[in-house]
């Protein structure tokens, strides 16, 4: 199936049969992040039950024990640091984005490294989209299983986090455990800034962190499907589906 999108006078198409899965999926062997253990997958178990066909039960009968912030792909809500609960559940996004997939290399700073506002505004121009995916360079396959904690990973800078929300970006997608360092005191600069905190709050901004882009997109437009979990909590496991446009 083929779709049409014409935008200040040009005209694109997108192929919904051909997305792209940016998702990390929970597992036992997956990604972790923040010093937590990898995800627990394991039958469960009460007296003369085992939730697995392996050992004789009728049916696979697992649980799960994980935090959607360390194990995998998960998108959060601004009640992720905020007092007052706000749950993702609340604020499902379109089912079509329009989005930007820009590619960067961290820079050396004196906190570590960061994505800077120089370099989003040298490759975005004007996102004039809602949705913005930052993919970071070095982009080894290994980031889908890789352990983040104590590795201190780049960031993204709180002034490129603000210029984003000034230009109307809503939905920030990028492939590390969070836009803000693993260890900052507290701060989350880039957290707050992106959702407007303390004194324009942005309840229907979202961030999504531990994606991974593969190589083999190019940067430029695409259209987003960002699907999420009905999980009533600050973040959930989500799936974002890029689509290429293609101008005609």
């Not at 799960?64 to 609340?90: D, K």
């Not at 989350?188 to 901004?205: E, K, Q, S």
């Not at 190589?215 to 009533?232: E, K, R, S």
């Amino acid at each position: 199936m083929h779709i049409r999108i014409e935008k200040n006078g040009t005209t694109y198409r997108a192929d919904l049969a051909a997305p792209t899965d940016l998702s990390i999926a929970v597992s036992a062997n997956g990604v972790s992040a923040w010093g937590l253990p990898p995800a627990i997958l394991e039958p469960h178990r009460e007296a003369g039950f085992t939730g697995s066909v392996a050992t004789g039960a009728s049916v696979n009968f697992y649980d799960i024990s994980f935090n959607p912030h360390a194990h995998g792909t998960h998108t959060e809500c601004m009640g992720h640091i905020t007092e007052r609960p706000y749950s993702v559940n609340t604020i499902p996004p379109a089912p079509w984005l329009e989005a930007r997939l820009v590619s960067l290399e961290p820079e050396a700073v004196e906190s570590g490294r960061q994505i800077t506002l120089a370099q989003l505004r040298e490759s975005l121009g004007t996102p004039d989209c809602e949705a913005v995916v930052i993919r970071t360079f070095p982009n080894p396959p290994s980031k889908r299983g890789r352990t983040w904690s104590g590795s201190h990973p780049a960031s993204l800078a709180a002034d490129a986090a603000a210029w984003l929300a000034a230009e109307g970006v809503v939905h920030l997608l990028i492939d590390l455990p969070s836009v803000d360092p693993e260890e900052d005191g507290g701060a989350l600069a880039a957290h707050m800034a992106f959702w407007g905190l303390p004194g324009n709050p942005r309840p229907a901004a979202t961030i999504t962190e531990l994606i991974f882009v593969p190589d083999t997109l190019a940067d430029g437009p695409y259209i987003l499907n960002l699907q999420m979990a009905a999980f009533v909590n600050d973040a959930c496991p989500s799936r974002p589906l890029l689509f290429k446009l293609t101008e005609e």
